[in-house]
T-cell receptor
Framework: GAVVSQHPSWVICKSGTSVKIECRSLDFQATTMFWYRQFPKQSLMLMATSNEGSKATYEQGVEKDKFLINHASLTLSTLTVTSAHPEDSSFYIC?????????????FGPGTRLTVT | AQSVTQLDSQVPVFEEAPVELRCNYSSSVSVYLFWYVQYPNQGLQLLLKYLSGSTLVKGINGFEAEFNKSQTSFHLRKPSVHISDTAEYFCAVSEGITGRRALTFGSGTRLQVQP
């Protein structure tokens, strides 16, 4: 089956610093990837849609200057949390549909737990 | 806009008993429906999906779900649960035929299987 990886799996950073999270599709190409955020004991909320070769589209209420998304290739999207604060501590999960197939399934990464101290 | 409602935040059940996790959705267009399971500190695993065809969908680990268009429901069932089924379960919906639309998730149901 299709595999999506995320790196790092967990990260602790100090308030005010920036953190980059990578999402890779390992065995398929993904022109689109999605970034979700999950706070403790809550559901997943879509943050943004990452589009290869073009700007990401952000959901209402998500600051695009704070959460920078770069979809540099057909297999890699990165999310950079800039000037992180404790309220940004969350579980970040990416997903991707297989662009090469007519598939309605999203393949999810294992998630990245971010803790901002 | 689409939305998903999971009516039960927690469902306690004894081992080997049957269970049903409820999911209702709303959408102005045709939808595709999914159930995912999440174990602590892990990502999501697809249990099953409804795209079209038979309204009774069978998934992994003995789970099944039935799509009811008139009631806009997609309830998840298992005839006999195991301790290992203890996890968070999310119902999700997507729209469109390309499959490239993001998922809208319900708030989740915590299934707690007791011995």
């Amino acid at each position: 089956g299709a595999v999506v990886s995320q790196h790092p799996s967990w990260v602790i950073c100090k308030s005010g610093t920036s953190v980059k999270i990578e999402c890779r599709s390992l065995d398929f190409q993904a022109t689109t990837m999605f970034w979700y955020r999950q706070f403790p004991k809550q559901s997943l909320m879509l943050m943004a849609t990452s589009n290869e070769g073009s700007k990401a589209t952000y959901e209402q209420g998500v600051e695009k200057d704070k959460f920078l998304i770069n979809h540099a290739s057909l297999t890699l999207s990165t999310l950079t949390v800039t000037s992180a604060h404790p309220e940004d501590s969350s579980f970040y999960i990416c997903s991707a549909p297989n662009s090469g197939r007519v598939s309605y399934e999203q393949y999810f990464g294992p998630g990245t737990r971010l803790t901002v101290t | 806009a689409q939305s998903v409602t999971q009516l039960d935040s927690q469902v306690p059940v004894f081992e080997e008993a049957p269970v049903e996790l409820r999911c209702n959705y709303s959408s102005s267009v045709s939808v595709y429906l999914f159930w995912y399971v999440q174990y602590p500190n892990q990502g999501l695993q697809l249990l099953l999906k409804y795209l079209s065809g038979s309204t009774l969908v069978k998934g992994i680990n003995g789970f099944e779900a039935e799509f009811n268009k008139s009631q806009t429901s997609f309830h998840l069932r298992k005839p006999s649960v195991h301790i290992s089924d203890t996890a968070e379960y999310f119902c999700a919906v997507s729209e469109g035929i390309t499959g490239r639309r993001a998922l809208t998730f319900g708030s989740g149901t915590r299934l707690q299987v007791q011995p």
